[in-house]
T-cell receptor
Framework: RKEVEQDPGPFNVPEGATVAFNCTYS??????FFWYRQDCRKEPKLLMS???SGNEDGRFTAQLNRASQYISLLIRDSKLSDSATYLC???????????FGAGTRLTVKP | ETGVTQSPTHLIKTRGQQVTLRCSSQ?????VSWYQQALGQGPQFIFQ???????GRGNFPPRFSGLQFPNYSSELNVNALELDDSALYLC?????????????FGAGSRLTVL
């Protein structure tokens, strides 16, 4: 089983749609969680951190469920510019490195 | 404030050759991590350098090695290249250890091994 698993998609949605991505992680002792965004042939960029209480940044909402070892990202009112690959990232406890999922590809169409 | 810069941006090598990739960390950052991203996959952690010492390593063979210099820039060296080494190699820097939530990536070096 992979340490961080994501639905690879692709998700093809119309502008204005709401879309949700899920991610599961295998290490129950993981301590930090993030969503990164990666545009085609570009480097990953931090989208948002994920907290147990849930957090929101404009149209984006991230949730963490430690009991189920599950992370989600919700995008409301999708824009064309949201088209990208979304990477789920986990940092294991007492570790230095970030563990990335394979990414979920989103295409928002007019 | 300059970001993370990597060189070269693209290169082509043949099996068995050696390659050196370079990374200049963002101003004020003292920790550098290297990742390998194969096509269609997420980045995989290779190793991290802090204060010129290796500080964590992923599941990569010893032919992957690195250095960090006093100015915090870094090199990734890969010996005896294999076809599967073809990937985007990403360097990321952060201002403190571990500081992951402020990890800044460079644009990467795309390596093709023929």
């Amino acid at each position: 089983r992979k340490e961080v698993e994501q639905d690879p998609g692709p998700f093809n949605v119309p502008e204005g749609a709401t879309v949700a991505f899920n991610c599961t992680y295998s290490n129950s002792a993981s301590q930090s969680f993030f969503w990164y965004r990666q545009d085609c042939r570009k480097e990953p960029k931090l989208l948002m951190s994920v907290y147990s209480s849930g957090n929101e940044d404009g149209r984006f909402t991230a949730q963490l469920n430690r009991a189920s070892q599950y992370i989600s990202l919700l995008i409301r009112d999708s824009k064309l510019s949201d088209s990208a690959t979304y990477l789920c990232v986990v940092i294991p406890y007492n570790n230095n490195d970030m563990r990335f999922g394979a990414g979920t590809r989103l295409t928002v169409k007019p | 404030e300059t970001g993370v810069t990597q060189s070269p941006t693209h290169l082509i090598k043949t099996r068995g050759q050696q390659v050196t990739l370079r990374c200049s960390s963002q101003s004020g950052h003292n920790t550098v991590s290297w990742y390998q991203q194969a096509l269609g996959q997420g980045p995989q952690f290779i190793f991290q350098y802090y204060r010129e010492e290796e500080n964590g390593r992923g599941n990569f063979p010893p032919r992957f090695s690195g250095l960090q210099f006093p100015n915090y820039s870094s090199e990734l060296n890969v010996n005896a290249l294999e076809l599967d080494d073809s990937a985007l190699y990403l360097c990321a820097s952060s201002p403190r250890f571990p500081g992951a939530n402020v990890l800044t990536f460079g644009a990467g070096s795309r390596l093709t091994v023929l």
